[in-house]
């Protein structure tokens, strides 16, 4: 069950992760084509000086580590859209376009990442968003194109401009119209992990829950015990239990039917837990039989917790309702030891709690 739950958790979308996923690809292509531009630049090809070079290198990467820094601090969580797509996609739009325009031959693959660009931002913006950016990055290319053309319009040849950018538009919608059905997948995956969480929530509250009483079951009481010896063992924190049996059940059981003793098991569950410690835990531990779990308790102030306990519940009456007029209730105490099991720490607690019956019930002992 617990390897089950495991598996299904992992499943769920961590928003944290992929907003580092996402930065860390922005920053892969801009690495990617800023190379690309060194080799360009190197070999001729970009008609445009080293000083200016080095500014546009300079805004383009300083933009660029703010929007990491941005990612990297967590402030855009708050934000509808974290992630900052859009406004990353135009950044794209412009670097991209910037270093088209200083090249007069190969214009194209120069701007090629971008698609890489708009398959990143295709996992966020909706398929309409998508499109209305791929019409803005032909419109761009044409900007782009018509400046380029006005200052070296004898370097260049229109056709071919023109092939390339009619090439860069039908690819960028094309894209765009991969990457909308991308994005509903993923809102339909995001849907179905949302179920999925929900689903594992109710499941783990099944698996640790009574049925009757909605209280902790038998099993997760003692996930709850090895933990607190745990904390015992490597910072001394101490605990103690209440080992508490609801005297003479069994006759209400006999004399007023089960189901008046189910609604005294739950009056009693409701009690208990209304009086209760932030911290502290309370279980049903089968039958009529309970546990109360005290942190940072020994064993003398789990014993006032006790009869604070046995107390309040001498004062409910169920004869008005035709049922028992006192339900009496007798509880062991005992606070952890040592190198001791949990075993060894209930066994002890039922010492106490069998003491306090031999000693005529309706009290409290600590083993």
């Keep these: 069950m617990k390897h089950a739950l495991h598996q299904a958790e992992k499943l769920r979308l961590s928003e944290k992760r992929l907003m580092q996923r996402h930065s860390r690809s922005a920053m892969v292509i801009i690495a990617m084509h800023t190379l690309l531009c060194v080799v360009y630049f190197q070999?001729?090809?970009?008609?445009?000086?080293?000083?200016?070079?080095?500014?546009?290198?300079?805004?383009?990467?300083?933009?660029?580590?703010?929007?990491?820094?941005?990612?990297?601090?967590?402030?855009?969580?708050?934000?509808?859209?974290?992630?900052?797509?859009?406004?990353?996609?135009?950044?794209?739009?412009?670097?991209?376009?910037?270093?088209?325009?200083?090249?007069?031959?190969f214009r194209l693959s120069v701007v090629t990442l971008f698609f890489a660009a708009l398959l990143l931002v295709s996992f966020r913006l909706s398929g309409k968003v998508m499109v209305a950016v791929a019409f803005m990055a032909s419109a761009a290319y044409a900007l782009m194109l018509w400046l380029a053309l006005q200052d070296r319009w004898v370097h260049l040849s229109l056709s071919v401009e023109l092939l390339q950018w009619l090439v860069f538009a039908m690819i960028s919608v094309s894209f765009a119209v991969t990457g909308g059905s991308i994005n509903r997948l993923r809102d339909a995956l995001v849907d179905k992990n949302r179920d999925l969480a929900n689903a594992v929530k109710k499941v783990r509250e099944m698996a640790i829950r009574d049925d009757l009483t909605g209280l902790f079951n038998r099993r997760h009481l003692l996930e709850i015990l090895e933990r607190q010896r745990a904390l015992f063992s490597s910072k001394s924190v101490p605990f103690a239990v209440c080992y508490v049996d609801l005297d003479h059940f069994k006759k209400i059981n006999d004399r007023h039917g089960h189901d008046w003793g189910d609604r005294v098991l739950r009056q009693f569950s409701e009690m208990a837990l209304s009086g209760m410690r932030d911290g502290d835990h309370f279980g049903r531990l089968g039958g009529e039989e309970f546990l109360l779990v005290l942190p940072q308790s020994d064993a003398q102030g789990a014993l006032l917790v006790a009869e604070r306990l046995r107390l309040r519940w001498r004062e409910q009456r169920f004869d008005a309702q035709g049922g028992p007029a006192i339900v009496s209730l007798s509880v062991g105490v005992a606070a952890y030891q040592e190198g001791e099991r949990v075993d060894e720490l209930l066994n002890r607690a039922d010492q106490g709690l069998y003491r306090a019956k031999a000693g005529g019930r309706d009290q409290s002992r600590v083993a």
């Design 43 to 105: 070999l001729g090809y970009m008609d445009i000086s080293l000083t200016e070079a080095l500014v546009l290198a300079l805004l383009v990467w300083g933009s660029l580590l703010a929007y990491q820094l941005l990612m990297a601090t967590g402030i855009t969580f708050r934000l509808g859209e974290p992630s900052l797509s859009l406004p990353l996609i135009l950044y794209f739009i412009g670097v991209f376009m910037v270093s088209g325009y200083y090249v007069d031959e």
